[in-house]
C-alpha cells in the first residue's frame, strides 16, 4: 500500500468530482470513502491506474450518497413542516436503518457518527461541529466505522441510548443549521415512543416539541436570527408546548431522570415564561446543575455559566465562564453578552466581533456582527 501517493491524489481526484458536477464537501466524503476502500482492496490487487481507480470508485460513492440523500428529501418532503401531536405512525425502515448502524460492534462515537453520515444525510463537517472535533478527526472515526462493520452481519441492532444521540443531533442540526431535519426526527422519535417505554425516549421528544414551538419566532421576515429574549411569543406554537410539557411531566413522574429530561426541563421553563423578564432562572440553574452532573458536557457548563448570570448577575456568570475553555463553541459569544450585562461595551463589541468571525452558520454570524456594530456606534455617539 502506497500511502503517500493515495495522499497525493486526494486532491486531484477531489478536483475531478468537482468538476464533474460534485459540491466540494460531497466530493471530499466520497474520495474519503473511495480511500476506505483503496486500504482493503490495494494490498491484493493494486491497480494500474491508481488516479483513474480512485476516481471511478469515488464518483461511484458520490452518485450512490446522492440518490440516498435524494431519497431521504423526498421522505422529509412528506413530513409536515409541524408535526401532528399525538403516537407516531407505523415504523418504517428509516428508524430500523438507525438501529442496525448503531451495531454493537462499534463503539457508540462511532455508531452515532456513521448513523448521521450514512443515514441522516449529515456532511462530515456538519457531524465534527457536532461533537466539537475537527473535521479530519471525524473523517478518520467514520472511516474506522465503515470499515469495521464491511464485512459484519447485521443482525444484532444498536442500543437505544445510541438511537437517542443520533436522533438528537440529527434534530439539532435541524433546528440550527444548515439542513432541515428536524421534522424529520421528531418523526422518528415518535415512532420510538411508540414502540419502547422508556422515559429517555420521552425526555428526547419533549425536548424536541418544546424547542420545535420556538421556530416561528427564531427568525425575523428578514431572515435575521431573533434572541430567545426578543422572540414574539405570541408566535410560539402552544400546541406543541402543551404536548411537550405532557410529555416531560409522563417522564419526570418515574423518578429516573436522563440528560434529555433535564435539556426538556429547562426549556419548558422558557416556555412557560410570557416574558423574558418572568423566566425563573434559579430555577434553570438549579436544571442546568443536574444536567452537568449527569453528563459533565462542556456546553452544558456553558450554558450553565449564561445562566447564572442571569440569575446572579453578569460578574457571577463571567467567574463560572472563567472555569471553562475558551475554546468552546459560543464561548465568546456567551463572554460578549455577559460582559455587555456588566457594562463593559468596549469588551463586548470586541468579542461580538471575535465570535462572529468562528460562527458556526450565516445567520449566528450576521447577528454577531450587527451586536458589534451596535455596540460600536454607540461608542462613538
Excluded at 418544546?210 to 435575521?224: E, K, N, Q
Excluded at 406554537?237 to 410539557?245: F, M, S
Excluded at 452537568?292 to 452544558?300: F, G, H, K, S
Excluded at 448570570?309 to 459560543?330: I, K, N, Q, V, Y
Aim: glycine share 6%; aromatic share 6%.
Amino acid at each position: 500500500m502506497n500511502e503517500p501517493l493515495l495522499r497525493e491524489l486526494v486532491p486531484a481526484v477531489i478536483g475531478v468530482l468537482v468538476r464533474r458536477g460534485a459540491d466540494f464537501a460531497a466530493a471530499e466524503d466520497a474520495v474519503q470513502d473511495a480511500l476506505v476502500e483503496a486500504v482493503r482492496v490495494w494490498p491484493d490487487d493494486t491497480p494500474q491506474d491508481p488516479k483513474g481507480w480512485l476516481v471511478t470508485v469515488a464518483w461511484r460513492k458520490f452518485l450512490d450518497a446522492a440518490r440516498a440523500d435524494t431519497s431521504r428529501r423526498h421522505r422529509e418532503v412528506r413530513v409536515e413542516t409541524e408535526p401532528a401531536p399525538g403516537p407516531g405512525e407505523a415504523a418504517d425502515d428509516t428508524l430500523q436503518l438507525y438501529f442496525l448502524c448503531a451495531h454493537p460492534c462499534l463503539t457508540p462515537a462511532s455508531a452515532v457518527a456513521l448513523t448521521l453520515r450514512a443515514v441522516g444525510g449529515l456532511t462530515t463537517r456538519q457531524i465534527a461541529q457536532a461533537y466539537l472535533v475537527p473535521e479530519a478527526t471525524m473523517a478518520q472515526r467514520i472511516s474506522r466505522a465503515k470499515r469495521t462493520v464491511s464485512d459484519v452481519r447485521f443482525n444484532r441492532h444498536g442500543d437505544v441510548a445510541t438511537v437517542l444521540r443520533v436522533l438528537y443531533l440529527v434534530f439539532n442540526e435541524g433546528y440550527s443549521g444548515d439542513v432541515d431535519l428536524a421534522a424529520e426526527a421528531i418523526r422518528l422519535t415518535r415512532q420510538l415512543a411508540a414502540r419502547i417505554d422508556h422515559e429517555e425516549v420521552q425526555g428526547l421528544l419533549a425536548l424536541m416539541l418544546l424547542h420545535h414551538a420556538r421556530r416561528a419566532a427564531r427568525t425575523g421576515p428578514d431572515g435575521r436570527l431573533v434572541p430567545l429574549a426578543e422572540q414574539d411569543r405570541g408566535l410560539w406554537d402552544t400546541r406543541l408546548i402543551a404536548e411537550g410539557v405532557d410529555v416531560l411531566q409522563a417522564a419526570l413522574v418515574r423518578d429516573r431522570l436522563g440528560e434529555f429530561q433535564a435539556q426538556a426541563a429547562v426549556a419548558a421553563l422558557h416556555a412557560d415564561a410570557q416574558t423574558a423578564a418572568e423566566t425563573d432562572w434559579v430555577q434553570i440553574v438549579e436544571w442546568y446543575d443536574e444536567l452537568v452532573r449527569l453528563t459533565d458536557n462542556p456546553v452544558a457548563r456553558l450554558n450553565r455559566a449564561v445562566a447564572v448570570g442571569e440569575a446572579d448577575g453578569p460578574r457571577a456568570g463571567l467567574a463560572a465562564l472563567a472555569e471553562l475553555d475558551p475554546s468552546l463553541p459560543r464561548y465568546t459569544a456567551a463572554a460578549a453578552y455577559l460582559h455587555e450585562r456588566d457594562g463593559d461595551p468596549v469588551t463586548a463589541a470586541r468579542l461580538y466581533a471575535q465570535a462572529a468571525r468562528s460562527a458556526p452558520n450565516i445567520p449566528e454570524r450576521d447577528h454577531l456582527t450587527r451586536q458589534a456594530a451596535r455596540l460600536n456606534e454607540q461608542l462613538r455617539t
